[in-house]
């Protein structure tokens, strides 16, 4: 095979043979399947039980269609809400992957070189690979030399040199090794150089393929869902023990104590078919009623609405959500495991500094005088494989080179090159450790060397000073540099020398000595400002932070120590092979010390993360590579970095499109912001559920009709249901989250705080509501009618204004009723639009509504009854806090 390339027929043959390069894509879940599967939901399927109880005694004759319509459209609403906001993520999201399958390829094609699709390379193509190029199958070099970075396959930070096979060698061991300097592999990217491949792999069963065919892991439930199953069962036996409780109280009270206790009348009165069936089909129907009140019909759709909202939200902070369980799941994280590069750093590596022979370190360009500053502009810029290309705009971009060579052209900056002929050069190559090139400026000739300290420096025998000018390097300067040398190695930063001769000097002058220091260059990807105080911030949310990464261990320490993720002398560092030696057993209880692990591979990271789960521990991990997404995969929650490869996409649950720690942090704050606001949602919810249970389970045993309708207790779910999860679901993103622990996955999600909150309030509701259902002081407040229908408005009115005065009490998780309430306008609006209704449907409501319009006497006893659940709730608070201290 040569670069004549294929013919038309023999791609086809070869497609035929080998199959396509195109990956094979996850079956993605269309809407109505996601549609169906968020059914599955724990509460939904409580709802769907009580709607299916209801639709039933609703075909007999024996409840309102209103009751069964009011829950159906709770389902469908909390069901379609979350459905849509996910299908609307996961459109953005394919977008952001059909962006990768349109990367053109340069193709040998019928004596031609042509741009092909990615999709349509075939096994026996040969493709040219330049600077920037992504390889597209796996493949072997058959001419020139390139450098790849291959971190998306192996997490290794070094770029790797691949070189052509020898024409005498036409096939290579079967083993797989990124090292092996022939081989290329799929997701790697050039780096510098120029060659040629032929692809051996393509589509599914290359390297690259085959990590992303692993990706097919059960699911584990999320933390919220595990916790919402619990609260799912509790409610459930709440209120089938209230509906067995009511019944038989009902019907003990009927049978038993409305016939005196008289042994032969309740005989007489059992003897009767119709009276007793009627009086049994009675109290079913109040056992159904307790169990359908009992129902948080709200719940899903306050977890839909307040996930979307801050979907919506996140987007906007650079955070996509592709899995709405993705973000509370963020909120519950106990460990996170974090890639380095990109993410905690930069991503890019930068000239951090600059030494002088004298030892004087300047950080920019700006501060170094004029000769020496020509110098090192003239080592940088013609000792370089990388330039600067002017752009059809004016600005300057850097083509070619390595990242180190880009790096230190970035740092001497856009300046007018002197003008200068090259005449020879001697490129950097491993085995010499240094790169030579000789120029002539006009008026003489000088050569410039480039090259690591050990190799150089002892071969210096003079410097220049800071002002340009040529001295005598003691051993006591050469002894102080090392040092210096030294101190930045321990810092990361990786170290070059600069040093100039007079004269012209080729390859085996080196050792000949008389060079002139022009000074030392560090180079270091560093650590994102914004990262240290995210990483500050999630530790101080009590998450371990864990680095993962690719680089030596003493690299790997300094940038964890900057990053503030080792500050302890008990945190431990690990390098895979030191994991390795430890069993499962043994690595379990050195986990909560573990900090670091350098030259991790990819096992390394799966094995973490499923050690962690053993433990019952919520794991997030963060990661950008093709060798990240099994671990991506099997974590509760997958962080996949933007700019990452499109397995690693596939694999994570939220995609970070800005690759910043700092929005990893932001997803936890609003996963704990989603957890908190469910959490006062219920404390709403569940006390009006409990009050109302209660009201309906005594009401009758005290000879009362139910004192709530059916198009009440509709109204009452409304405000429950739809309006209340509306304004719970606009809760602001607090920073004092970040200052609570994690929970635990099995945590219940009502804690002593909530039970307390939710008791004291239905048992005062329940209290107040009967005495004003039964006091004769509060009877004779109300104007007298018939059926005291306006006794029983007050009631009603009562009943809803005490909820509306406990939503405040629900959502201030202190003493503070108005705690940032301004950052939640929509919670005010929605309050003051269901008071604007019910003072219509109170003065208005008539027959439908059994309300009839209350005079000013009655209206001030009925807000002052109801305003008094606020200073009972900030008893209870005062003494919950006494009771902590």
């Not at 349109?102 to 741009?115: A, G, P, Q, S, W």
């Not at 300046?415 to 020879?424: F, G």
């Not at 001697?426 to 000739?445: C, D, E, M, Q, R």
């Not at 499962?584 to 030259?599: F, H, M, N, Q, S």
């Amino acid at each position: 095979m040569t670069m004549h390339g294929l013919t038309d027929d023999q791609v086809e043959k070869s497609r035929k043979q080998y199959g396509s390069n195109r990956m094979t894509e996850q079956k993605r879940e269309g809407f109505l399947k996601r549609l169906l599967g968020n059914f599955k939901d724990p509460m939904i399927r409580i709802l769907c039980v009580a709607l299916g109880i209801n639709f039933l005694f609703a075909l007999l004759g024996e409840t309102a269609w209103y009751e069964a319509l009011g829950i159906a459209v709770a389902v469908l609403l909390a069901v379609f809400v979350s459905t849509v906001s996910e299908h609307r993520n996961e459109h953005a999201f394919q977008k952001l992957q059909e962006e990768a399958s349109k990367i053109l390829c340069k193709v040998y094609r019928n004596n031609t070189l042509v741009e092909l699709p990615i999709d349509e390379i075939v096994v026996d193509d040969w493709v040219l690979l330049q600077l920037g190029d992504k390889i597209p199958a796996d493949g072997i070099m058959r001419h020139g030399v390139i450098q790849v970075d291959q971190s998306a396959l192996n997490g290794e930070a070094e770029e790797a040199e691949k070189i052509a096979l020898p024409d005498g060698d036409q096939e290579l061991k079967d083993s797989l090794d990124f090292l092996d300097p022939f081989q290329v592999f799929r997701g790697s990217v050039v780096c510098g150089g120029n060659g040629v491949m032929q692809v051996t792999t393509v589509g599914d069963t290359s390297i690259y393929g085959k990590l992303a065919g692993e990706l097919q892991l059960e699911e584990r439930d999320s933390p919220l869902k595990v916790k919402l199953k619990d609260l799912a069962k509790t409610i459930s036996r709440f209120g089938y023990l209230g509906g067995i409780i009511i019944a038989l109280a009902f019907l003990f009270q009927q049978v038993v104590v409305q016939n005196g206790f008289d042994l032969t009348v309740i005989s007489a009165y059992c003897s009767n078919g119709i009276t007793l069936m009627a009086d049994l089909l009675e109290a079913v129907m109040l056992a159904v009623i307790i169990i359908v009140m009992a129902v948080p019909e709200g719940l899903p759709l306050m977890i839909a609405i307040v996930s979307a909202q801050n979907m919506g939200k996140m987007l906007r902070d650079q955070v996509l959500v592709r899995k709405v369980t993705g973000i509370e799941t963020a909120g519950s994280i106990n460990l996170l495991l974090s890639d380095k590069t990109g993410t905690i750093t930069k991503g890019q590596l930068e000239t951090v500094a600059f030494l002088d022979g004298a030892g004087q370190s300047y950080a920019s360009m700006e501060q170094i005088a004029l000769k020496l500053s020509r110098l090192l502009t003239l080592s940088v810029v013609y000792n370089n494989s990388a330039v600067r290309s002017k752009q059809p705009d004016g600005t300057q971009s850097l083509i070619g080179g390595n990242a180190t060579e880009r790096a230190m052209l970035e740092f001497v900056g856009p300046v007018t090159e002197e003008a200068a002929t090259v005449l020879t050069r001697v490129p950097f190559s491993s085995a010499n450790k240094y790169s030579l090139v000789t120029i002539s400026t006009g008026k003489h000739a000088m050569t410039l060397v480039k090259g690591a300290p050990e190799k150089l420096l002892s071969y210096c025998s003079s410097f220049y000073t800071g002002e340009g000018e040529t001295k005598p390097l003691s051993q006591g300067q050469l002894e102080k540099l090392e040092a210096q040398i030294d101190d930045l190695a321990h810092r990361a930063i990786r170290v070059l020398v600069l040093a100039t001769s007079d004269e012209e000097r080729g390859e085996d002058s080196l050792t000949e000595g008389g060079w002139t220091l022009v000074g030392i260059v560090g180079i270091r990807d560093e650590v994102r400002p914004e990262a240290v105080e995210a990483i500050a911030q999630v530790q101080q949310a009590g998450i371990q932070v864990v680095m993962i990464t690719g680089d030596r261990k003493d690299t790997a320490t300094a940038i964890a120590k900057e990053a503030g993720i080792l500050y302890k002398e008990t945190d431990l560092i690990y390098t895979s092979d030191e994991l390795s030696q430890l069993s499962d057993e043994a690595l379990k209880e050195k986990l909560p010390e573990i900090r670091v692990i350098a030259r991790a591979l990819p096992s390394d990271k799966s094995r973490l993360v499923r050690l962690a789960q053993e433990q019952n521990l919520v794991v997030g991990m963060t990661g950008d590579g093709v060798n990240d997404a099994p671990a991506l995969k099997r974590a509760d929650v997958g962080f996949a970095m933007g700019s990452g490869t499109e397995v690693a996409k596939e694999a994570g649950d939220i995609v970070i499109l800005n690759d910043n720690f700092q929005s990893v942090a932001k997803a936890i704050l609003y996963g704990r912001t989603i957890f908190n606001s469910i959490r006062k949602f219920i404390v709403f919810q569940l006390t009006i559920n409990v009050s109302a249970v209660l009201i309906s389970l005594i009401a009758p045993l005290l000879g009362m009709e139910s004192p709530l309708t059916i198009t009440q207790i509709l109204w009452v779910n409304l405000v429950m249901d739809t309006l209340a999860a509306m304004a719970f679901g606009g809760e602001p993103t607090l920073d004092r989250y970040m200052k609570e622990k994690p929970r635990r996955r099995d945590e219940s999600i009502l804690s002593t705080n909530m039970k307390s909150a939710i008791l004291t309030g239905a048992l005062w509701t329940l209290a107040v509501s009967l005495c004003l259902l039964l006091s004769p002081y509060a009877v004779q407040i109300f104007r007298g009618a018939t059926d005291d229908v306006y006794h029983m408005t007050g009631f009603f009115t009562f009943f809803i204004f005490t909820a509306i005065f406990n939503a405040f009490n629900a959502r201030s998780e202190g003493r503070n009723l108005l705690d940032h309430l301004h950052k939640n306008q929509g919670f005010l609006k929605i309050m003051g639009m269901i008071v604007v209704i019910q003072v219509l449907l109170t003065q208005m409501g008539g027959a439908i509504f059994r309300c009839h319009g209350l005079d000013s006497k009655e209206w001030l006893f009925v807000l002052v009854l109801a305003v008094l659940i606020i200073p009972i709730d900030l008893l209870r608070k005062t003494i919950m806090v006494k009771g902590e201290n």
